[in-house]
């Protein structure tokens, strides 16, 4: 080392620092790497992604070869330093004694590793790690291979403390997305996508979690032809329809014989034979479905039988509501037809809503987080909250949201308005 000139030994620092560098920055790179962003470069054939990946399955083995190889070049920095300054006394460059050399050499080693290798090489890699961690992969695959003897003698004692604790290095899963941790993605990627298909991504990952309950047009929504009434009633109804598909019952929507497409009958109207019978003879058998039923086994159900109506029964087999293919479609796609919407921006910030709504619509819609767990629709949620019918104009905090009851009827509530938060 004494027949090193100065200059040649600066040299040699420099060039470790740049080492501690690369081996610092390159961590942080490989390691904040987007996981599902580098598996899809691997299906590309990406090369460069392609070795960092399987780096990336032995974490462990590559952190023992980087933090090998950093360590090795920062305590030769360091030995290094300490023989720069020293020569730079014996030379009378710089008057010092021996104890502020050792201050000296440690003090700007540290400055110089902390400022040149460590902070400003890691934060360059947590910004641009792809730039940073696919040409070092390149290095460290050949690295791992050449000094895979001291990286398994390193890990091996690692893995045991690490087995102390309860962890298993050789076992380790795979980074995995939950529903909501995708939910939330998707939510964010607004500006990777239209709204709309946000929307309906959305509201494909809410078909597991939702039952037909959810969507439902409850019972006293539910138009059907009771063949009680009158033949002359009933044609009116028939003429009048809005309906293409119409539950057919007897006094009461629990008996229901049977479903009718209008569009066999409507040809058949004005002929004089035209008869209760006539409706019976064309009915379609009735199709019943449980109230907890998945949204999206619902919709292979569809598929399967061919059908695009359906009644909800409860447990006693009471209806309790009816589903169509179109309602089930709408959750993905949204509105198939525009109607009046249900929820209405102010220009104040509050939000005017039609308390029929659903709460998981109305989550979805707005972003908000109002239990679904219960209650289906925002009237039934806020009465089982207040235990009553409110009043207009009574002012409520709904689990966190500030709202004020704007119009009722005797047995439930019509809207509602919600406040904007502060």
Not at 201 to 212: N, Q, T
């Amino acid at each position: 080392m004494n027949d090193l000139s100065l200059s040649v030994l600066l040299g040699i620092l420099v060039a470790l620092l740049i080492l501690s560098a690369f081996f610092s920055g390159s961590e942080t790179a490989l390691m904040t790497l987007n996981r599902y962003r580098l598996q899809h470069l691997v299906k590309q054939k990406h090369r460069g992604a392609t070795k960092a990946y399987q780096l990336l399955q032995r974490p462990d083995r590559l952190m023992g070869l980087i933090l090998l190889g950093n360590n090795f070049v920062n305590i030769g920095a360091s030995s290094l330093a300490a023989v720069i300054w020293i020569r730079l006394a014996d030379e009378g460059i710089v008057n010092l004694s021996p104890e502020q050399v050792i201050l000296a050499s440690t003090a700007t080693l540290t400055f110089a590793v902390l400022i040149f290798s460590e902070v400003t090489p890691k934060t360059l890699a947590a910004l641009k790690p792809e730039v940073i961690a696919y040409p070092a992969a390149w290095i460290y695959t050949p690295l791992l291979k050449i000094f895979y003897p001291f990286v398994w003698f390193v890990n091996l004692i690692s893995n045991l403390l690490l087995r102390v604790v309860g962890v298993n290095a050789s076992k380790i899963k795979k980074d995995q997305l939950n529903k909501e941790e995708l939910k939330s993605i998707v939510a964010d990627a607004e500006n990777l996508m239209p709204a709309r298909y946000q929307n309906m991504l959305l509201g494909i990952l809410d078909l597991e979690s939702a039952s037909v309950e959810d969507i439902m047009t409850p019972r006293n929504e539910i138009m059907g032809l009771d063949l009680e009434n009158s033949i002359e009633s009933i044609i009116q109804q028939i003429q009048t329809s809005s309906h293409t598909r119409l539950p057919i019952y007897k006094k009461s929507i629990d008996r229901v014989i049977g479903f009718l497409h209008l569009r066999d009958l409507i040809p058949l109207i004005t002929s004089q034979e035209f008869n209760k019978q006539s409706i019976t003879d064309n009915l379609e058998k009735p199709f019943f479905i449980p109230e907890s039923t998945p949204l999206h086994k619902q919709i292979q159900s569809f598929k399967a039988e061919k059908l695009r109506i359906g009644l909800i029964v409860d447990e006693y087999g009471d209806v309790q509501g009816l589903v169509t293919l179109d309602d089930l479609l709408q959750v993905i796609v949204g509105e198939l037809v525009a109607e009046e919407p249900d929820v209405k921006q102010q220009s104040d910030g509050s939000i005017i809503v039609d308390a029929s709504v659903t709460v998981r619509e109305l989550n979805r819609i707005n972003q908000w987080t109002l239990p679904t767990e219960g209650p289906k629709t925002l009237n039934g949620l806020i009465i089982e909250y207040m235990e009553t019918i409110p009043e207009t104009g009574v002012s409520i905090r709904l689990h966190g949201y500030a709202l004020e009851i704007i119009k009722r009827d005797e047995n439930t509530i019509k809207l509602v308005k919600f406040y904007p938060k502060k």
